[in-house]
C-alpha cells in the first residue's frame, strides 16, 4: 500500500474531490440492515436500518469497529472490507454456541448487549453532552412499523 | 442534555434512590417508634405468629379470599403484575445491560409481558369503579386515593402506548412516548414512600402487629 504523504497539490485535489462527492453521498446513505436472526433467531424487534453512511461521515472507523487486545483497539482500518472476516460485530459477538467466526478474538459480551451498549451507549454520552445524536429509544432503531410489514411480507432467512 | 437525557439519566438513579432510601426510612422510622410505644407488643412479640401472618396473607389462604375471591384473585393479580413486569420486561433489562452496573438477566416473553401490563390496567378500571361505586369505599376514600390510583396505573398505560407505538410518529406524544413512560415510572417510584404506597413495605409491618395481638389473645391469626 502507498503510504507516502500527499502532497499539498494532491492533498487540496483530494479535498476537492471529496467536497464534491458529498452531496452525492448524503442523498444516498450507505445502510445497513442489522438482523441478527442468525445469530439470535427469531428477533423480538424490527431489524435495524442502521446509517452507516452518516456514521462515516461523523466517526472515524476505529471508533465503532474494534478488535480489542490488551484494552487496545488493533484492528487495522484500511481492512474493514464489507464481507472480510471481523468486520461485523457477529464476527466476535455471539451468543455461547453459536459464535460465526472462531479464530476471532473471543469476546464475553453477547451480540445483542454489544450492538445495545455500541449504539445506545454513544447515542447517550453523545446526548448527555448537549450534542446531535441518533435515536434513544426502542422505537428509533425498532420501529414497531416496520416489525408488522415484515411479518406481513413472505418469511425469509436473514442477511 | 435534553429532557430525555434527564429523565434516564440522573432522574431516574434520583428516584430510584428517594424510592429506596425513603421506604428503608419509613421502615426504620416506623420501627424506632414503635420500639418507644408500643412497649405490650415488644413484649408480647413471637416470630412464629409474625412468620404465620406473612405465610398466611401473603398466599390467598385467608379468611378474605372466602369473602371475596372475585377482589382478591384480582388484587393478587394486579400486585403480582405489577412488581413483575417491570422488573422482569426485556426493555428494562436492556437498560440494566447498558448501565454501568452491566447486569444482564433473563426477560420474560414479550407477549406475557404485554397481558401482565395489560391485566394492570384492566384491573386499576376496576379498582377506581370498586371505589367509586361502594358507598362505604367512597366515604373512605379521599383525592390521593384517585390521584395514587392514577400515577400507579400511568406507567402502565404509557408503557403499551410506547412499546406498541400506539399512537404513532411524527407527533409530540407518539414521539415523546418512551420519555413520557419513563417520567411517569419516576413519578411512581417518588411517591411510593410519601404515600399511602410505602404498603410495598409498611404492609408488612401492620400485619405483624395484627398477628401479635391476636396470637396473644388467641385468636386465629
Known sequence: MNTAPLSLKQAVLVLALLVLCAPAAQAQPDEVLIDNSKVLGPLKRSAVAFPHGTHMAALDCLNCHHRMEKGKNTLDAGALEEKAKGVRCQDCHAVKGTRIAPDLDPTQTPLMQAFHKQCLGCHQKTAALGKKTGPRTCAGCHPVAKAKAAAKAEPKAGS | ?221
Open chain 2, 1 to 221: 442534555m435534553d429532557v430525555l437525557a434527564l429523565a434516564e439519566g440522573p432522574l431516574l438513579w434520583i428516584s430510584l434512590g428517594v424510592f429506596a432510601v425513603g421506604l428503608v426510612t419509613r421502615a426504620a422510622l416506623f420501627l424506632v417508634e414503635s420500639r418507644e410505644k408500643d412497649k405490650i407488643f415488644w413484649q408480647h412479640f413471637k416470630w412464629k405468629w409474625v412468620l404465620a401472618t406473612m405465610a398466611k396473607w401473603l398466599v390467598p389462604a385467608n379468611r378474605t379470599v372466602a369473602k371475596d375471591p372475585v377482589f382478591c384473585a384480582l388484587a393478587y393479580a394486579f400486585h403480582f403484575c405489577l412488581i413483575v413486569a417491570p422488573i422482569w420486561c426485556l426493555p428494562h433489562i436492556i437498560y440494566w445491560e447498558t448501565s454501568r452496573l452491566a447486569w444482564s438477566f433473563t426477560a420474560l416473553p414479550d407477549g406475557l409481558a404485554d397481558w401482565m401490563t395489560l391485566a394492570v390496567l384492566a384491573i386499576a378500571v376496576y379498582l377506581l369503579i370498586r371505589r367509586l361505586s361502594s358507598p362505604d369505599l367512597r366515604y373512605l376514600s379521599t383525592a390521593s386515593d384517585y390521584v395514587l390510583l392514577v400515577i400507579t396505573a400511568l406507567p402502565f398505560l404509557t408503557a403499551y402506548l410506547s412499546v406498541h407505538q400506539s399512537l404513532g410518529t411524527g407527533n409530540l406524544l407518539g414521539d415523546n412516548m418512551q420519555l413520557i413512560h419513563i417520567l411517569t415510572g419516576e413519578l411512581m417510584l417518588v411517591v411510593v414512600p410519601f404515600t399511602k404506597l410505602s404498603h410495598a413495605v409498611l404492609f408488612f409491618f401492620s400485619r405483624a402487629a395484627t398477628a401479635v395481638e391476636f396470637g396473644r389473645r388467641e385468636y386465629s391469626i
